[in-house]
C-alpha cells in the first residue's frame, strides 16, 4: 500500500492544501498468496473519499487507525482531505469548502491516479462533523455514490440538537456537555439560514427520492452512549422512511473515541462497503462440474488452487490477478468442462414446513457440529417453537450434490457451515427459495453470522512475538476458504508491521496438507525442511494439530521449547495431546444460537435473503504449547 501525501493549490480554496491518500500496491500478502502480477495498464481502483471530525486533518485516520491495512487488503484507494473546521461548507470569507470536497477533489483524483469513476465503485464517509460532511456529499450527488459510511454523526438539521448528553441509550436533553461547538455548526441548525441551498440535506434527501434519483446506501454506526446519537437516530429513521436503504448499528458501551471509528472502519471495508475492484468488462463466474477439481485446473493452468478458485467466483479484479492469467484459468476451466451457472427456476415458497435443516461436513468431527445443533435447540426452546431440527451431512466442496434437499418442499429453511470456495461459488449462483444463513461463511446475498478470523491470526502472532519467538511457520488446510485465508493474513499483517530489521526475523511460506492428523504430519515434514526451522507455528484449524505434534515428537524437538503452536477451534484434540494446545475457542454454541434467530425471522417474514452479518469474537484458551505468560 502506497500512502502518499498530496500538496496542491485548490482553486475552490484559494489556498494550498493537503491530502493523504491510501493506493493500493504489490504487497507481501500478495506474495505470499502467489499472485505475481497484479499491475495492468488501465486498471482502476474503488475509492473511498472519508472526511476527518472537527478539529482533525487529512492525517487523522492514518495516525489514529488501521485504514492503511484495512484499504490494503480490500484493494480500495483512500483519499482524505483536509477541510479544518469548515463543517464542509462554502464560507463566506470565500473558502468554498464544500465545493472542493464534491467537485474539485475528485476530479483531481481521477485525473491524476487510477481511479474509478463508476457511481458503483465510489463511497464517502467520515466522523462526526466528517459524516455531516459525507451525508452531505452523498445527498446532494446521489447519482456519483453508492453508499456513504457515517460515523457517530449524521448531517446537522434545522430543529434537531447535534449534541445531547447520552449514557447507554438514555437521553438527557438537560445536562451540559461541554462539546465544543463552532457557530457554523449552529448556523447549519438554523431553517432560514440552509433553506434553499446545499446545506438544507434533510429537505434534498426527502425530494431525491420523489423524484427517483438513485438513492446511496447509508451505513451509520454510532454508540449509545454518543453525544451524536438522538440526531443518527431521527436521520436513519427517516431516510429509512423515505425509501432509502440504511443500515443502524448502535453499539452497546459505544462512545466518541478512535478505538470505535477504527473497529468501524474495519467492519465497513471488510463487511459493508461491498468493497472490491470491478472484474474486466464481460467476466462472468463459472461453476463447475462435480467430477472437475479446483486443482485440476490449477494444474493444467500452471496456477496456485487458490488463484483459480479467486477467478472462477468472479473476484479475480478484487484480488488484481493479472488479466493474462485470469484467461489463461478460464481456457484450462472450459477445456476440462466447466460451464456457466444456470440459475434454477425459483419454486413457489412454503414456509409451513417445520423442519429446520442444517448441513454439516460428512465428518463430523471436522467441525462444531453439536455446538451447532446445541445453540439452535437453544434458541427454539426459549423461543417455544415446535420446528424439528435436521443434521445433515455433505461432502465438503460438494454441497451442490445435496442442494436439492435446501427446498420449500422439505424444509422451511437452512443454515449451511463448513462451505469451501466451491461450495460458496455454487451458493452465490443459486437463489433457493427458503432463507438460508451462513455459519462463518460470507456469500454475496446471503446472511452470515461469523467469528472475526483476521483478528485470531492477528492475535495469535502477536502472542508469539510477546513471548520472543521471532522464526514462524503455518501449517493449513489445502482447501480455499475466507475463514482460513483472513486467519492468516492476520497473523502475516501483525508479523509485517513488527517493524523488524533485516535477518531479524523470518515468516516461511504457509505448507498445505489435507484437514486431517495424516494432513497435518505430511505438511509439517515439510516445514521442518526449512533451514532456520521455525520456533512459533499456527494451524489455523485444530483437525491438523495433532499430525503436526507428532512430527515434531518424531523429530525430537521438544513443544515448547523448540517450537511453540497454537491453533484454532479448541476441540477435545487439544487436550489429548501432550503437551496440551494453546487454541482459540469459537463461540460456536452462541454464534449458533444467532444464526437460528436470524433465520426464524427471516421465516416469520418471507425473507429469502439478506445482507446481515453479526461478528463475534474467539477467545483464546492457553495451554502449554504456547503459554499465556
Known sequence: MAVLKMNMLSKALSMQTNATICLPTYSFADSMAGLDAVYEPGMKYQALYLLHGGSGDDGDYVNFTNIVRYAERNKVAVIMPSACNSCYTDLEDGARYFEYIAEELPLVCRTLLPLSDRREDNFIGGLSMGAHGAMKTAINYPERYAAALLLSGASYRPGVPSAVKTKDGVFDFEAGLGVPKSGLSDRLED???????????????????????????????????????????????????????????????????????????????????????????????????????????????????????????????????????????????????????????????????????????????KGPTQQLYDGIQRYLNEAGLKYEIILFPFEVGRLREKSAWISGEFIAGAILMALTEDDIAFVESTRFDVPVVLFNRIAKGYCSVLTDDYAVGFSAMSHFLQRGRRSFGIVSPNYSSRALSLRATGFIDKWQSGGFAPGESRLTPAVYGDDSDSGGYEAMERLLQEDPSPSAIFVPSDNMVSGVVRRLHDSGMSVPKQVEIISYGNKLINTAVSPGITSFAPPAEEMSYNCARLLHRFIEEGTLTDNVKLSFEASCVYRESSPEH
Open 191 to 365: 431553517a432560514d439560514y440552509v433553506r434553499g441551498t446545499v446545506n438544507d440535506v434533510y429537505d434534498i434527501a426527502k425530494r431525491n427520492a420523489e423524484s427517483g434519483k438513485p438513492l446511496p446506501k447509508l451505513f451509520f454506526r454510532i454508540g449509545d452512549s454518543d453525544h451524536a446519537l438522538y440526531r443518527t437516530q431521527l436521520a436513519e429513521r427517516d431516510l429509512k422512511a423515505w425509501g432509502y436503504d440504511t443500515k443502524l448499528e448502535i453499539v452497546p458501551g459505544g462512545e466518541h473515541e478512535w478505538d470505535f471509528w477504527d473497529e468501524s472502519l474495519r467492519l465497513a471495508l471488510d463487511e459493508w462497503l461491498a468493497a472490491k475492484t470491478r472484474c474486466p468488462e464481460g467476466r462472468r463466474a463459472m461453476k463447475k462440474k462435480s467430477n472437475v477439481q479446483v486443482k485440476q485446473i490449477a494444474d493444467l493452468a500452471g496456477v496456485s488452487p487458490s488463484t483459480v478458485s479467486m477467478v472462477l467466483n468472479n473476484r479475480g479484479g478484487e484480488f488484481r490477478i493479472a488479466e493474462s492469467t485470469s484467461e489463461k484459468i478460464m481456457k484450462a476451466a472450459e477445456e476440462l468442462g466447466y460451464e456457466h451457472p444456470v440459475r434454477p427456476k425459483r419454486r413457489k415458497r412454503n414456509y409451513n414446513k417445520q423442519l429446520i435443516c442444517a448441513f454439516c461436513p460428512t465428518n463430523f468431527g
